[in-house]
């Protein structure tokens, strides 16, 4: 289940006492911020349609396959290289939906524009790109077990996606695991460049998780 909540527009408030009150969709949308203006409002570019939810989401015809919220983009279907360390108690897995629609754009091996059934031809570039060696990068996929306290992280931020954990606002867990929207928030104007959770002056987001 995803958690979203809204404070932005009215609109997507409305949608979300839908979807609560209807049952349909299990989600609560957790939208910190707004899309309008950040780095994932693509309105202003041709490929786009003038649409900013459209190359994510659609309200008719989307992929039921995917548990995000009326997915409307390809996603990826590649493998990738993960972080290791000797100081590691979990091994990473491969990345968990919750990653995927983040690497579906991110990773470079799915355009932009592959949206709606259609397969674009604009592709991530410069410091957005990650690729798929995620070797060099914050582990994801991972069920992280502290070492100072020894338990797995779902005691502290709550079982599936988000619930019942102290820190389900800040860095919430996907099926009891660090995915990239443990750290980002893809409908987040308010933290640029990085559309963070949280600020992190003074390293204050990771602190949360690694506390000196």
């Known amino acids: 289940m995803f958690n979203l909540r809204c404070k932005a527009h009215p609109a997507l408030l409305g949608m979300c006492a839908v979807v609560g009150a209807t049952g349909v969709l299990s989600y609560r949308i957790h939208c910190v911020g707004d899309i309008v203006g950040s ?12 649409e900013i939810c459209k190359p994510c989401h659609t309200p008719h015809h ?37 990653s995927l629609l983040c690497l579906s754009c991110h990773d470079g091996t799915v355009a932009l524009d592959s949206y709606g059934g259609n397969h674009g031809a604009t592709f991530i570039e410069g410091d ?12 994801i996929g991972i069920a992280w077990t502290h070492q100072y306290r020894g338990s797995n992280c ?7 996606h988000h619930g019942g954990g102290l820190f389900d606002f800040v860095t919430p867990f996907y099926d009891g695991k660090v995915e990239c929207m443990s750290c980002h928030e893809p409908h987040n104007s308010e933290n640029e460049p990085f559309m963070l959770r949280m600020s992190n002056a003074g390293s204050a987001m990771c602190l949360v998780c690694h506390p000196v």
């Open 39 to 50: 780095g994932h409002d693509f309105s202003a570019l041709g490929w786009s349609e003038s």
């Open 154 to 160: 779902r005691g502290c931020h709550g079982s599936g």
């Open 128 to 139: 957005a790109l990650i690729g798929t060696d995620l070797s060099d990068d914050h582990p």
């Open 62 to 98: 989307a992929d039921l396959s995917v548990s995000a919220p009326l997915w409307n983009h390809e996603l990826t279907g590649a493998t990738y290289q993960l972080y290791d360390s000797e100081y590691l108690i979990e091994e990473p897995e491969q990345p968990g939906e919750a």
